[in-house]
């Protein structure tokens, strides 16, 4: 087996062994859903593409830890035997898991787990998402004109103290983010803690109020801007330049320095969604 231990080859294969009946050609993988009583409780047929039920397996095999991040999958020659499915059908389950994050493919090597211990969020994200998407990027740029007002404000008037209080919970967030297994819930309290600060610095108590009542709404956004990898140190980046300009007490770079963090902020929900829509509903494959 190349590249795959053994005994996660086994495991898989005993998970494809229990999907075996969802994956039958004879059921022709079809799922039943009751319509009503009476002559209408009859059964109505929804095709499941194989690429989805390959996908979906694939993605338990890896949330259980069958394959861990680093690791490689089997190769699609392998997957191909195991799931008794076509390449075309392997190819379009891994283009998927690609595009939420769960692998990464590299040409004449193979496919190899990505998925951290945050990214478990993602997929309760995408059903809250998919709800409330206008309502969150309404009070995205709510919170950023707010945050941008706070800003200026701190760079404006706040004391040492008060610069002081900024620079810790800039400091905390910053050592957290550089960390590979950071936990997620963790790096979102010091996000709302070193944006509060700044609130609470910029001498204004309506703003820090509105900002406070903002944050209760908002938890599920920063979630998922801090679950991809490599997003929390471009945050702290972004969070030093905020700090760089209230210290340097030059409040329009302050005020630019937060219109550039939360256009960042917008943009990595706006491709949360863009790439849930994507993968939500794989092409039908064809009849092998």
């Known amino acids: 087996m190349t590249g795959v231990a053994p005994s996660h080859y086994i495991a898989l294969?005993?998970?494809?062994?229990?999907?075996?009946?969802?994956?039958?050609?004879?059921?022709?993988?079809?799922?039943?859903?009751?319509?009503?009583?009476?002559?209408?409780?009859?059964?109505?047929?929804?095709?499941?593409?194989?690429?989805?039920?390959?996908?979906?397996?694939?993605?338990?095999?890896?949330?259980?830890?069958?394959?861990?991040?680093?690791?490689?999958?089997?190769?699609?020659?392998?997957?191909?035997?195991?799931?008794?499915?076509?390449?075309?059908?392997?190819r379009e389950a891994i283009r998927s898991l690609e595009a939420i994050g769960y692998v990464e493919v590299h040409q004449g090597r193979g496919s190899f787990v990505t998925k951290g211990p945050n990214d478990g969020y993602v997929s309760a994200f995408a059903r809250w998402l998919a709800l409330h998407k206008e309502e969150v990027m309404d009070l995205l740029k709510v919170r950023g004109a707010l945050d941008e007002l706070a800003a200026e404000g701190a760079a404006q008037g706040a004391d040492e103290s008060a610069i002081k209080r900024i620079q810790g919970a800039h400091d905390a967030f910053f050592s957290l983010a550089q960390e590979p297994d950071a936990k997620l819930d963790r790096l979102v309290q010091l996000d709302i803690a070193f944006h509060q600060a700044i609130a609470e610095a910029s001498g204004s108590s309506l703003l820090m109020h509105l900002l406070q009542d903002l944050n209760q709404h908002l938890g599920e956004s920063r979630k998922i801007t801090l679950a991809p990898s490599g997003r929390p140190a471009k945050s702290a980046a972004e969070h030093t330049a905020i700090v760089q300009a209230i210290n340097g007490r030059r409040p329009a770079e302050a005020k630019q320095a937060v219109a550039t963090h939360l256009a960042a902020v917008r943009t990595s929900v706006s491709d949360f969604e863009a790439m849930k829509s994507a993968v939500a509903v794989p092409p039908a494959d064809p009849v092998h």
């Open 13 to 90: 294969v005993r998970r494809v062994t229990k999907a075996e009946e969802t994956l039958d050609p004879s059921r022709d993988n079809h799922r039943h859903r009751p319509v009503s009583r009476g002559r209408d409780s009859l059964q109505t047929i929804a095709r499941v593409p194989r690429s989805q039920l390959v996908r979906d397996q694939l993605q338990k095999a890896i949330d259980s830890g069958d394959f861990g991040p680093g690791e490689a999958l089997p190769s699609e020659r392998e997957l191909v035997e195991a799931f008794q499915v076509s390449r075309v059908s392997v």
